[in-house]
């Protein structure tokens, strides 16, 4: 049996294509969200890579920010329970889970089942998300992809105390004239996201059993100022970025199963 999962988020849209609610046969994660066409050619992409049609799939279900505008999934899910699903799937005792997206974060709690307890969400400030991260990767010219192994480089973290992205942008840019180097600015914006998610993570009751979830989840500087914020170990899956669409997978097979 096959199901799709169909993540249409902010900034990215993912497709996953599982075999019997286990293996992955195939992936596909294309830049653009709502209101693009990337949710669409990610839907082909996930189905050529596979070498499936349309009509082999037993059932799909769609989430993220987007899923209402994709129409023709036999079902709507939350991200926050496909993150769940996801994660639980992959790491089965994870207790936390930490997903930081294009536009927002969000900290899970969850029960030994995997079924979450608690969460809380930031969509209201840019700081604390992959959006600030995007932002300064502008300002330095230089991709997130690159952030991880700078920030890894650094000697000496630059510190940016303005918590607003905008005011933010103004002093990277400064430190950027007085001879900051890019290593250590790039710590250091990764340093204040991280602080911003801890905070926002310390409102839960954290417990060990700490996953990544999400674009961001790729950022090893986020990460690494993460694990020290929370003195917690954090893992991270290579498809972290794909997690709500595993999640969005594994529960269109459960619904298939059982239906
Ligand atoms: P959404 O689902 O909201 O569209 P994602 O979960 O796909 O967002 O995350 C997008 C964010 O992930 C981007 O804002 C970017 O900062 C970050 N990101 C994406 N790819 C990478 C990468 N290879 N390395 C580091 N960060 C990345």
């Not at 989430?63 to 079902?75: L, M």
């Amino acid at each position: 049996m096959y199901t799709i999962g169909i993540d249409i988020g902010s900034t990215t849209s993912k497709c996953v294509i599982l075999k019997d609610g286990a293996d992955i046969v195939s992936k596909s994660l294309l830049l653009g969200g709502i209101g693009t066409a990337a949710p669409a050619r990610s839907f082909s992409e996930a189905l050529e890579a596979a070498g499936l049609k349309e009509t082999d799939l037993n059932a799909s279900a769609a989430t993220g920010y987007g899923r209402n505008r994709w129409e023709g999934a036999d079902y709507q899910i939350s991200e926050l329970s496909c993150h769940a699903l996801g994660a639980h799937h992959l790491f089965p005792d994870v207790r936390t889970i930490i997903d930081i997206g294009g536009q927002d974060a969000k900290v899970m709690a969850l029960n030994s089942k995997g079924r979450m307890q608690n969460f809380i969400m930031n969509d209201k400030c840019a700081a604390g998300t992959g959006r600030f991260l995007d932002v300064m990767a502008l300002v330095l010219q230089t991709p997130v992809s690159e952030f991880g192994r700078l920030a890894a480089g650094s000697a000496e973290h630059a510190r940016i105390s303005s918590t607003c992205t905008v005011f933010a942008e103004s002093e990277v840019i400064s430190q950027l004239a007085n001879g900051v180097g890019l290593q250590d600015l790039v710590a250091g914006i990764c340093d204040s996201v991280a602080a911003r998610v801890a905070s926002q993570a310390k409102r839960l009751d954290i417990r060990p059993g700490i996953c990544m979830t999400g674009g961001v989840a790729m950022n090893g500087g986020v990460r690494m100022a993460l694990e020290k914020e929370l003195n917690a170990e954090i893992s991270v899956s290579p498809l972290a970025q794909y997690m709500g669409a595993i999640g969005a997978a594994l529960y269109a097979y459960e619904k298939a199963v059982h239906n």
